[in-house]
């Protein structure tokens, strides 16, 4: 009995146990079940307007000069005096700096003496061709008094009244003054080459004179253009060398930007040339933003592109030559295209329309930059599903998806 009591009363304990905690469980309060409900994600929108607008290409381009002005030394000189400084901009005819005039004096002055000796020595020819030609005449006229000497003394000698000595002596002047006729008509004969020579060595010292006087004119360095001094080489005492480069400076119209054209973009860029459609550029440099004008492509190309050459309309003043500028160029307008903010596109070519209250995906055709009335960047985009009156998420979602359910916010 003792037995059955002792297995029966804990199985009867752990029914009782079983039983209350049925009981409790049964008897807690129910919580209703938790709804789920769908999120909506609140975004800004655009309303789509289709319109012709013309695309823009930015470009990144180096300003240089094809014609770059180096003032040289004439000779070995010193310097005397400096006029300007590196980066001053200077007026044309303006005298930037000077060399010492005592180098370049002599030469100039011997030159000179060369050329009038010669000029003097030409007119003295001249005056001696004439002086030959009329003393040829008078030789001449002695000449034949003395042939007739020979023939009267000869007559007298066979008339038994004159002397063999007579006639020989009379033969003997006839003889010399006919060598003298002889040795003037030489010299007038000679007249023309003796004046060529003169001449030619004339002409040669009128060259040394001129090369003297230009390096005289040259050791006043003048600023042949209004422009911008970008070097200057030597300074007050320096002592120069023949050829030496003394200073460097440029045209301010004669400035150009180099940039590198993608080669998707060439043929339509060489085609608005050949077209005569002028191809400009804006920059945002300075106070006044210079405008560009594409005037030509490079001679060389590579798969790449090709660099374009513009040329300043207006702004050359605020650049410097070697200056990097970031510019845009407007490209042949398209029609029924959008501008977009750049962060409605997704990837390369896909943005979102609001259809009621979800987000529905569309491919575009991304044409390129367009900037507006406020200088706000955007993209030109193109495609037959947007229409006017559409509404564009301008809002970028990382989590962005067709379906998505969305709340257009202001």
């Known amino acids: 009995m003792t037995v059955n009591k002792k297995i029966v009363l804990p199985i009867l304990i752990l029914i009782v ?5 049925a009981g409790l469980r049964m008897s807690k309060p129910q919580q209703a079940p938790a709804s789920i409900e769908e999120r909506v994600w609140r975004v800004q929108v655009m309303k789509a307007t289709p319109r012709t607008l013309a695309p823009t290409l930015t470009l990144y381009g180096q300003v240089e000069t094809p014609d770059m ?3 040289a030394s004439p000779g070995d000189a010193v310097v005397s005096q400096m006029h300007v400084r590196e980066g001053q901009q200077v007026a044309q005819g303006r005298l930037l700096m000077r060399l010492d005039e005592r180098d370049f004096l002599p030469a100039l002055e011997q030159a000179q003496a060369e050329v009038e000796e010669l000029m003097a020595q030409t007119a003295s020819e001249l005056t ?43 033969r003997q002047n006839a003889v010399q003054q006919a060598l003298k006729v002889t040795a003037r008509r030489y010299s007038i004969d000679d007249h023309a080459a003796r004046l060529k020579q003169l001449q030619a060595r004339l002409k040669k010292a009128q060259a040394r004179l001129q ?12 600023s042949p253009f209004p422009g911008v001094v970008s070097k200057v080489l030597v300074a007050k005492g320096d002592r120069v060398k023949t050829a030496e ?19 998707p973009y060439k043929r339509e860029l060489r085609a608005g040339l050949n077209e005569q459609r002028p191809v400009y550029g804006f920059t945002d440099q ?37 200056e990097m500028l970031r510019f845009q160029i407007l490209r042949p307008p398209r029609q029924d295209v959008v501008a977009v903010p750049y962060r409605s596109i997704y990837g390369s070519n896909r943005l979102y329309l609001m259809d009621d209250d979800r987000m529905k995906g569309i491919e575009v055709q ?37 379906g998505l359910r969305v709340e257009a916010v202001q």
């Open 128 to 170: 001696r061709y004439q002086s030959d030609l009329k003393s040829l005449e008078q030789e001449r006229q002695v000449l034949r008094l003395a042939q007739a000497s020979v023939q009267r003394n000869e007559r007298l000698k066979k008339q038994k009244l004159g002397s063999d000595s007579s006639v020989d002596e009379a």
């Open 286 to 322: 300075g106070f006044e933003n210079p405008r560009l004008r594409l005037d030509r492509f490079s001679g060389q190309a590579d798969p790449s592109g090709i660099d374009g050459l513009f040329g300043f309309e207006s702004g050359a003043e605020v650049v410097r030559v070697g």
């Open 69 to 71: 002005f180096k003032a």
């Open 211 to 222: 090369d003297a006087e230009l390096d005289f004119e040259r050791s006043r360095v003048i």
């Open 245 to 263: 480069t003394l200073l460097e400076m440029y045209a301010l119209d004669d400035m150009e930007v180099r940039a590198r054209i993608p080669a």
């Open 366 to 402: 991304v044409l390129g930059s367009y900037f507006g009335n406020k200088d706000e960047e955007r993209l030109l985009v193109a495609s037959e599903q947007i229409k006017a009156g559409d509404r564009i998420v301008v809002t970028h979602l990382p989590n962005a998806i067709t």
């Open 17 to 21: 146990g079983v039983i209350g905690f």
